[in-house]
């Protein structure tokens, strides 16, 4: 394409797997001049700042990797069946490294604003650091679960102690020793922080407002015998994960809990628990479908939560009752129903007796309870799928914001580009299955298909894309019938509703219909020509 030279083809926001992928196809494959640009200091994406205790990636090791790059897949060898935060920076920077891939991201500028100039048909891009980059294109990169939730509580400014948010956890190290800790939230992160914060705290409170289900993962070292018959195994991993509804190299097999007879499925559910992870829930490929079939497996695990847990008050406060299982991410756990045997370890049900206030000492709860602390962490979330794209105050045509264009939720098309915002592209964006599979099989696919579309416009001389509106409604509605035909909207709190964040408004962003599923339709799109989509020179 045609610029001047300081015009850039494309900026990418964003250098986690998604970003870094992105830039090398772009580069490599296109041509493109290409710039990154990075809030943080390094490549990671979420896990450069999610440093919190115990985070580790629910997806196996071997899987949570890129896959088009046979050599990388090769010269790199996971450590443990799930690869901790640390070991995933020290792989994204390995990769990086690899690739060349540093020298075109910018670190250190978190974009504040993005516009859409129709006289030039460019972006305008503007950062904190006040620099201004232009480009044709605009894609996002920037995860799904990247701008903290953090609750308003009254009077927090007051508290004297510490305040950390696990999504924004310090490079430094934190140090529990001796000290009164206060846990937020009980969702993937607390019950993976929770456990690790335990080993040294002197007391330790979890205020739970929602008890989850919780699956053991069953972490173990992975030894060099593991990394050689998987290497010579490659392709046939690859296309389990790729004909997956979740990415996962697992399929569910046809198998109903409520059609295997009690014992059968008892035996069943107790090896999958054995195995642990998330193929638990893969066990029967009924449990998001079929009410009783999933009251079957949720009583299993709340008979697993009452036998591990001595104290019976403590355990039945544990019993998740109100949302079915796997309706909410479904946290895989290392040791976390054991922690609430500790002695110093308390559980305080804050959905019965809310947060009021914080003092300079600790918690208030409306029951006047004080929680005297020297530390409050905050493992409540994230604004997730929508969050950070609207704060980079994106403007499309005629100077519409995102934010207005969002007003009743994320309107998309196949979760990647947007009405009225030409040449943007949203990677593992709101109405893609993203969160519901191992992620990084959803980003090679999203950057392998902008890719083919770049170099299907590049090839006959088009600069310019847009999603058509009346595509994005057919699509955004489809999103919503597929998840109504499940049980998912029925976890009332869920972030995959946008529940968690107040006046947050209730659309179900994932697309469940499966990766698998979603990939074809992509292709068959690509195909006919990009169908939805307004291509013009
Ligand atoms: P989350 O699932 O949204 O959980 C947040 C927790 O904080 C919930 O227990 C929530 O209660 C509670 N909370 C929020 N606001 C609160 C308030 N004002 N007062 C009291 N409690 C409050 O967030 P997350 O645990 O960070 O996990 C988010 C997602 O990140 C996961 O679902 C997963 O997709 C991903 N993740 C993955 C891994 C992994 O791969 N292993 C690890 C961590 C996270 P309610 O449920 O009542 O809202």
Redo the contacts with the bound molecule.
Sequence with gaps: MKHDNHTLDAIIVGAGFSGLYQLYCLREKLNHKVKVLEAGGDVGGTWYW?RYPG?????ESHTYCYYFDKHLLEEWSWSER?PGQAEILRYLNFCAQKLDLKKDIRFNERVTEAEWDANSQLWHVKTQTGQTFIARFLITAVGC?SSA?M?D?DGLSDFKGEIYH??QWPHDTVDFEKKTIVV?????????AIPEIAKYAKKLYV????P?YSVPARNRPLSRDFHSAFIEDIDSWRSKMLESRHGHPWIAPDRQVRKTSAEERYRIMEAAWEHGGLSFRESFDDVLLDEESNNIMSEFIRQKIMSTVHNVKTAKKLLPKDHPFGT??P??DTNYFETYNLEHVHLID??QN??ASCSSAGIILTDDTKIEADMIV?????D?MTGALQKMNIKGRDGLKLAEAWLAGPQTYLGLAVPKFPNMFTITGPGSPS?LTNMPRAIEQHVDWITDLLRHMVQRGYSKVEAREAAANEWTEHVTDVANKTLLPKAN???YLG??VPGKPRVFMPYVFGLNHYRNHCDFIAVSGYQGFLITE
Excluded: E, M
């Excluded at 985070?55 to 997806?59: E, G, L, N």
């Excluded at 205020?207 to 929602?210: E, I």
């Design positions: 999610n985070a580790r990636c629910d997806s799930y679960l939730n609750p509580i696990t999504g937020i939230g009980t969702g993937s992160t607390g019950i993976q205020l739970q407002r929602t989850n909410k991410r946290p895989i804050v959905r809310p947060i905050f493992a409540t979330g994230f997730a969160v709190h869920s972030w529940a968690n």
